[in-house]
């Protein structure tokens, strides 16, 4: 049987069991044959948020009570309508997506203003909230549209305009968007087409923040340079274990602490209570411990790198939240609450907006010295416990791997002094340099950092200087490709330099906003450096060689004139077999010590100047 037919008659099977992928989706197949978790009850006071069905304002997904979400024309047809009858939103377009689509930021303010400069000349706190970085997590757009509509036309929530702004983008990943179908996401309630979560190109747009690669990623940091907001908001849904709580969130811990404060004492307990009130059960973002159940113990997520959202703007000082509703709950209630979540952001901007700027301006200001490059979970117990809100579980074995599964049965369950894990322990770290020099000819490593906001100082006419610059040792090369890139690691050694740098080669000073940003991409021991995406490999490719009938005679007058250099030959060839045993090791010895060897081989070629 070809894989073809075996797929056909697998999904005629799925049809007839009742099984089409959109009650798979649902996971509440009335035959008895549904395959998610069953559904815990829930009716929350926030559904009085949704509109009539003759309502001329009525959202798409309301319309279709929360079982479909609007194709990205539906979606734009029904923002450019509201933006025509409502002068508090003004549409901009970011840029146009490789397959001609347009990223569009709706900007909300009670004068309905039209740039940066007129955003910030009144004086409000801007929330800057987007969805669909992931296409198939689409819940905040449809909340989008419904907020946007009650503070404008239906002025159910025009007060929040008072004190603070909004910047809305409602599809982020705008291509993924219309590759929808109902088998996208067979892990989530609703809705029942999504498009995909990485772009056409099969990259994932929430790997891309350090390395920029993708003309969204860049439109959406270069809006986001040019509006600096007080808060930025994205806007996911994930899976992994069930539990109680349908709307979760975490932010980076690691390089703002006057911002973490105001997240921890101010936004934490406000934005609970107000979902709470709403009908909602927040918490904090989180996986399994174990991999399997919550209950014995949950790793609490924090980027530690600016790979992804909340990273990035931790490293940058940018307030930033990563938000992740949980898969396993129904549309309409995901939708729902991230509503509230996000009626309860602009609210709480406009109370205690001014005190997350002070705290903006605080870290913008510090200049973290030594700047920790990675972390790990400690091996030490943790210290800190929670009381977890989950849904009972029960260990069965699977007929078909033999191994034991785990099985949610749907009824809530409380546990206390659930030990929270983190990665908290710093495993690498440096001391914060005056400046980095990197050289001209690395042009795509300087256009990435000018990208980020990154200031620089550009020579016009060559210059040299004392540096420290890195030799690379025992590089290693993924074993696969990820996010288009063959990633690299290695270990490093510092060496002194006198070196010059061409005209156009730039100077990136550390004593600046976003200097601990540029630290995470220059480091090569950091995770997300500009080394570790590979994007200097070329300095790995040893380029100099020697012919044996030259070096060998090379060699013997080497030790002649040399008798440390014997001593050490020969200590080398009775410790190590291996090098004993290989001609070309014996005459590659000899050749690094002479001056023909080439020096720039293994050679990090971004300097530091201390």
Do not use: C
Not at 151 to 159: I, Q, R
Not at 548 to 568: G, K, N
């Amino acid at each position: 049987m070809t894989l073809r037919r075996s797929s056909l008659l697998l999904l005629a099977l799925f049809i007839s069991l009742g099984l089409g992928l959109t009650t798979v989706a649902h996971g509440d197949d009335p035959s008895g044959t549904a395959i998610l978790p069953p559904l815990p009850p829930w009716s929350g006071e926030s559904r009085a948020l949704i509109v009539a069905d003759d309502d001329p304002w009525v959202t798409p997904a309301e319309l279709a009570d929360f079982d479909t979400s609007p194709s990205y024309l539906d979606t734009m047809a029904y923002l450019k309508r509201l933006a025509a009858a409502a002068p508090q939103i003004e549409l901009i377009s970011l840029g146009t997506s490789l397959e001609g689509r347009e990223l569009w930021l709706a900007v909300v303010s009670k004068e309905g203003v039209k740039t940066p400069e007129a955003l910030r000349a009144n004086g409000r706190p801007t929330l800057f909230a987007q969805s669909g970085i992931h296409s198939g997590e689409i819940d905040g757009k449809d909340a989008g549209l419904m907020l946007l509509r009650d503070l404008t036309v239906a002025g159910t929530k025009s007060e929040l305009l008072d004190r603070a702004n909004l910047l809305f983008v409602p599809i982020f990943g705008v291509d993924a968007h219309e590759l929808d179908s109902p088998y996208e996401r067979m892990n989530q309630r609703g809705p029942s087409r999504t498009g995909r979560r990485p772009t056409p190109a099969n990259l994932n747009l929430n790997r891309d923040y350090a390395k920029v690669d993708t003309v969204l990623m860049q439109m959406m940091v270069d809006a986001l340079k040019q509006w600096d907001p007080a808060l930025y908001v994205d806007l996911h849904v994930t899976d992994g274990v069930d539990h109680q709580y349908d709307v979760t969130w975490a932010y980076s811990r690691r390089y703002s602490p006057a911002i973490r404060q105001w997240l921890e004492t101010v936004f934490d307990p406000r934005v609970t209570g107000q979902l709470e009130a709403a009908g909602h059960i927040p918490g904090p973002f989180f996986f399994a411990a174990d991999g399997v159940d919550p209950a014995n113990g949950i790793y609490e997520w924090s980027s530690s790198t600016p790979r992804y959202s909340d990273g990035w703007g931790d490293a940058r000082h940018l307030p930033t939240l990563l938000v992740e509703n949980h898969a396993l709950k129904p549309y309409e209630q995901r939708v729902l609450g991230t509503y509230v979540l996000l009626e309860s952001m602009l609210d709480t901007l406009g109370e205690h907006g001014a005190e997350l700027i002070e705290a903006i301006d605080a870290d913008r200001a510090r200049r973290a010295d030594p700047v920790p490059l990675a972390h790990r979970v400690p091996e030490t117990p943790p210290t800190r416990t929670m009381t977890l809100r989950g849904i009972k579980s029960e260990m069965v074995t699977s007929k078909i791997t033999g191994a034991k599964l785990v099985r949610w049965t749907g009824e809530p369950m409380t546990y206390e002094n659930v030990p929270i894990v983190e990665a908290s322990e710093v495993v690498e770290s440096v001391t914060r340099p005056r400046a980095y020099w990197v050289p001209a000819i690395w042009r795509d490593v300087i256009d990435r950092l000018a990208r980020h906001g990154i200031e620089m100082e550009r020579i016009d006419s060559p210059r040299t200087l004392d540096v420290k610059m890195y030799r690379l040792e025992n590089p290693e090369l993924a074993g696969r490709v990820f996010e288009s890139h063959v990633r690299v690691s290695a270990d490093v050694s510092i060496e002194n330099k006198r070196w010059t740098f061409a005209a156009g080669s730039v100077r990136v000073p550390t004593d600046q906003p976003l200097g601990t940003l540029a630290v995470l991409l220059l480091e090569p021991r950091a995770p997300d450096s500009f080394f570790q995406w590979g994007f200097f490999n070329a300095v790995l490719q040893q380029t100099g060689y020697y012919s044996s009938y030259v070096m060998a005679p090379m060699a013997e007058r080497m030790l002649e004139a040399d008798p440390e250099l014997r001593t050490l030959f020969e200590k080398k060839l009775e410790d190590d077999p291996d090098f004993a045993a290989s001609p070309r090791a014996r005459l590659d010895f000899f050749y690094e010590r002479t001056p023909f060897f080439d020096d720039r081989w293994l050679l990090y070629p971004v300097a530091r100047e201390e």
